[in-house]
């Protein structure tokens, strides 16, 4: 017949509100439970906070249009790691589906692409008190079904430009500027400028705190810089629409 559940009154999990909950260790001192209707651990003594949708939406909106996690923070009044999760969630989140609609979108466009725009800019990644150099490959994808964005974040070398190569179609005219790693694509014409990259570049650091190049705020990984710049895209519809 098997065990039968524990059902503590005087407890509840903060996530799903049940009281069939088990204690499960003390590994900060302080006791632990285990939620055996949702899988979550809380402490009892613990104070949970819950924002609604509302508040997540108005801090990924002030995100993504210049404001720091810290000024996010101190201004809904949200702690700062909780911001910090929610762009790292629900960026991550809107990268995936972008990934996905890359996919989609490359099988649809083919023999519909007329100009690929590519170009790079660069910013800093922040590991162990030390600084480096990582790049942003852009590039707009011009078709007859719609206009839309794909980009990677890497070395600024020939195997993360093929991350944005791998997700269009072989047809169309490239454009670029006159940096070597472009020189072996087919169909290519060099440029002095990248117009509409160097707009999309200029947008991302004004919208993106972490982009600017004199802040307190830094990149310190590469999966940040991509949630990031997904979270921007689709405020700007700058994704593949036409995909059903």
């Known amino acids: 017949m098997g065990r039968k559940p ?4 005087d407890i509840a999990c ?31 003594d613990a104070v949970y906070h819950h924002h609604s949708k509302e508040v997540r939406e108005e ?9 720091s996690m810290r000024a996010i923070s101190r201004v ?7 911001v910090f999760t929610w762009v790292k969630r629900y960026g991550k989140r ?21 100009t690929k725009v590519v ?33 990677s974040v890497g070395d600024r070398d020939e195997n993360t430009f093929r ?5 269009v179609p072989d047809d169309g005219r490239w454009v670029s500027d006159d940096y070597n790693v472009y020189f072996w694509l087919k169909d290519h014409t060099v440029v002095s400028l990248v117009n509409p990259n160097e707009s999309f570049h200029s947008s991302l650091r004004d919208r993106l705190v972490r982009f600017k190049r004199a802040t307190k705020a830094v990149n310190r990984s590469i ?4 949630y990031s710049i997904a979270l921007v895209l689709w405020e700007r519809r700058l994704i593949p629409e036409f995909v059903a």
Not at 6 to 9: D, E, G, Q, S
Not at 76 to 81: A, R, Y
């Open 6 to 9: 524990v059902i503590r009154h």
């Open 76 to 82: 809904l009044n949200v702690p700062l790691g909780t």
């Open 14 to 44: 903060p996530s799903c509100g049940s009281h069939h909950v088990v204690k499960c260790g003390k590994p900060p001192g302080r006791q632990r439970f285990l939620c055996r209707d949702c899988g979550k651990y809380f402490l009892a």
């Open 163 to 167: 991350e944005v190569k791998d997700y």
């Open 119 to 151: 170009d790079e800019m660069w910013t800093y990644l922040y590991r162990n008190t030390r600084a480096f150099y990582k790049w942003v490959f852009t590039c707009y994808v011009y078709t007859r079904l719609g206009l839309y964005i794909i980009y």
């Open 59 to 67: 801090a990924l909106r002030m995100y993504t249009n210049g404001m």
């Open 223 to 226: 999966n940040m810089v991509k």
């Open 94 to 114: 809107k990268y995936e589906k972008l990934v996905d609609l890359w996919n989609k979108a490359k099988e649809l466009v083919k023999g519909k692409v007329v």
